[in-house]
């Protein structure tokens, strides 16, 4: 991947998360159903600490593992049955986009990070 289009065909650079062990500031929920994720874009200030729970709703064979994109060229992979969450607690640190999507990458959502001033 070389980067995500959002909005009016623009074309934004990667951000960048970290996995921390910190207090999260929110808690953002994520389906994986038969028709994909829901919600399909997050919104993110730069610095923010979110604790995702990704949870596997629908039987579709691709939705059994899931992928976040932490920048670029890293990724972590979870695997699920139908019914189970994977959470992850992240610090987002750089404006961009990150992604959400199945092992396939038949289905995806984008986590738009926001830097100061970014009124998208």
Request: glycine share 12%.
């Given at each position: 991947m070389v980067g995500f289009?959002?909005?009016c065909g623009t074309t934004r650079p990667?951000?960048?998360?970290v996995a921390v062990m910190d207090q999260p500031?929110?808690?953002?929920?994520?389906?994986?159903?038969q028709e994909g994720f829901e919600p399909d874009l997050l919104?993110?200030?730069?610095?923010?600490?979110?604790?995702?729970?990704?949870?596997?709703t629908g039987k579709r064979e691709c939705m059994e593992?899931?992928?976040?994109?932490?920048?670029?060229?890293?990724?972590?992979m979870r695997e699920l049955e139908v019914g189970e969450s994977a959470e992850m607690t992240l610090r987002f640190d750089t404006p961009g986009v990150l992604g959400i999507a199945t092992r396939d990458r038949h289905f995806g959502a984008s986590?738009?990070?926001?830097?100061p001033g970014d009124d998208r």
């Open positions: 289009t959002v909005g990667y951000g960048r998360a500031s929110r808690t953002v929920e994520i389906a994986g159903g919104e993110v200030s730069a610095g923010e600490v979110v604790q995702l729970v990704v949870t596997r593992a899931i992928e976040i994109w932490l920048d670029e060229e890293r990724t972590v986590i738009d990070v926001r830097g």
